[in-house]
């Protein structure tokens, strides 16, 4: 079975830190980029952060940068977020994706909170 499993997220003070972990299993991991996606409370979809299949090129959106960091250990097929000097702001659902042939394939996310 194809799957996707986001842990990691949690109630934390802001200025705080977190890592979240997405766990792969059910096809080659290694073989795909990777996205975080985050849905605020009454908010949409925001893209976060992604990274090429081979982990050497990375992206972040605007509102994460030089807080966040994403990265990949394919040999034990998982995607982490590590998220340092967190923001009230960034209080989320938090997904892992990939496009997985034809479909957008997700996880069932992780709640990180983020208040005082």
């Known amino acids: ?10 109630l934390v003070q802001p200025g705080g830190s977190l890592r979240l972990s997405c766990a792969a299993s ?4 290694s073989s795909y980029g990777m996205s975080w996606v ?5 908010k949409g979809l925001e893209w976060v952060s992604g990274i090429y299949s081979g982990g050497g090129s990375t992206s972040y959106a605007d ?3 030089g807080r966040f960091t994403i990265s990949r250990d394919n040999t034990k ?3 982490y977020l590590q ?3 967190l923001k009230p702001e960034d209080t989320a659902m938090y997904y892992c994706s990939t496009m997985y042939g034809s479909r957008s ?6 709640q ?3 208040s005082s």
Do not use: D, H, Y
């Open 1 to 10: 079975e194809v799957q996707l499993v986001e842990s990691g997220g949690g």
């Open 26 to 29: 059910g096809f080659t991991f």
């Open 38 to 42: 985050r849905r605020a409370p009454g």
């Open 63 to 65: 509102s994460v940068k």
């Open 77 to 79: 097929n998982t995607l």
């Open 83 to 85: 998220m340092n000097n």
């Open 105 to 110: 394939l997700w996880g069932q996310g992780t």
């Open 112 to 114: 990180v909170t983020v």
